[in-house]
């Protein structure tokens, strides 16, 4: 999965928060922020395929924090980002 080439983080207002960048412009009526580690997840994987244990691998890596949560907390981040529609195959 990527995540989609016209989403974009931006900083507005102190948040880093996700927007669609493109002809149709912003829709403002839903704004999704990052909090922190979040965001992290974003920039090292922006631009590249990636799975959740990928993403499992940098959150131990980064947080120092075991194998078991750090896939638990991944698999919600990736949920969420679907959730969302940010991911293409």
Known sequence: MKIKEQYKVREMAGEHVVIMQGRHGSDLTRIISLNE??????KA????S???N????LL???YGIDDEVA???AQR????????GLLED
């Open 60 to 62: 131990a890596e980064h």
């Open 71 to 73: 896939h638990r907390d």
């Open 50 to 52: 990636f799975d959740v």
């Open 37 to 42: 580690s979040a965001l992290y997840l974003w």
């Open 54 to 57: 990928a993403v499992a691998a």
């Open 45 to 48: 994987i922006e631009g590249r």
């Open 77 to 84: 981040w990736v949920d969420k980002l679907e959730d969302c």
